[in-house]
C-alpha cells in the first residue's frame, strides 16, 4: 500500500500563511491523482485541491487566489501553501493518493485560524 505523513499544520493568525507537506512512500510510482481534503468540526469532509500526474490543478471556489497545490514528483511529495487564512479554513486536513482506483488517505494535520 501507499503511505502518506501529512506534516505543516499549525496554529496560524487570520491573514497568515501555512505549508502542508505530504510525503508518499510505498509504490509511487502508481500514483495518478494527489490532493488535499479537509473537514471541519461538524462538516463533511471536502476536496480542497488537487493535482494529476498531467499537472493538471482543482481548486475548490473558496480557496481559489489563496492556496496552491504543487508536486515534487522526485522527492514523492505534494504540497499546499496557504495564504491569507481565514478562520473558516480551520480543519484536519488530509492527503490522498489515488492508485489504480484506490484510495489512500494520510493521518490527517491540525490547521486552526484564529480571529
Known amino acids: 500500500q501507499v503511505q502518506l505523513v501529512e506534516s505543516g499544520g499549525g496554529l496560524v493568525q487570520t491573514g497568515g500563511s501555512l505549508r502542508l507537506s505530504c510525503l508518499a512512500s510505498?509504490?509511487?510510482?502508481?500514483?495518478?491523482?494527489m490532493g488535499w481534503h479537509r473537514q471541519a468540526p461538524g462538516k463533511e469532509r471536502e476536496l480542497v485541491a488537487a493535482?494529476?500526474?498531467?499537472?493538471?490543478?482543482y481548486y475548490v471556489d473558496s480557496v481559489k487566489g489563496r492556496f496552491t497545490i504543487s508536486r515534487d514528483t522526485a522527492k514523492n511529495t505534494v504540497y499546499l501553501q496557504m495564504n491569507s487564512l481565514k478562520p473558516e479554513d480551520t480543519a484536519v486536513y488530509y492527503c490522498r493518493a489515488i492508485v489504480r482506483l484506490r484510495t489512500y488517505w494520510g493521518q490527517g494535520t491540525q490547521v486552526t485560524v484564529s480571529s
Open positions: 510505498g509504490d509511487t510510482l502508481c500514483i495518478s491523482a
Open positions: 493535482t494529476t500526474n498531467g499537472d493538471s490543478t
